[in-house]
């Protein structure tokens, strides 16, 4: 059975840094696009950051220089370091994986198996 857990949301202050981490079971991180992406209140969910094996990785305009995604193979972990947080980042973060990997995308629908996600908000 597929399951996704995130963990590492908490409420910073702007210019703070976060690690959010995913734990993967029943399937290896290894093989498949994994994502990161995030839903404000309001606002629709939006790609964060997404790695797609062999393919490469894509990250939002928003948050490049600042956040980086990363797979522990040994651990079957999904990790997104944020750095240099800002307001705008506030939101639910939810970690999916692809398994068609068909090729780098990093739209909602493009991703088949979901967490239940983990809050992060960020204070001026």
């Known amino acids: 059975q597929v399951r996704l857990v995130e963990s590492g949301g908490d409420s910073v202050q702007a210019g703070d840094s976060l690690r959010l981490s995913c734990k993967a079971s029943g399937f290896t991180v290894d093989y498949f696009g994994i994502g990161w992406f995030r839903q404000a209140p309001g606002k629709e969910r939006e790609g964060v950051s997404c790695?797609?094996?062999?393919?490469?990785?894509v990250y939002a305009d928003s948050v490049k220089g600042r956040f980086t995604i990363t797979r522990d193979r040994a651990k079957n972990m999904i990790y997104l370091q944020m750095n240099n947080l800002k307001p705008e980042d506030t939101g639910g973060y939810y970690c999916a994986a692809d398994f068609e990997a068909s090729a780098l995308r990093c739209a909602p629908t493009d991703y088949d198996y979901w967490g239940q996600g983990t809050q992060v908000t960020v204070s001026p």
């Open positions: 790695d797609v094996s062999g393919r490469g990785t």
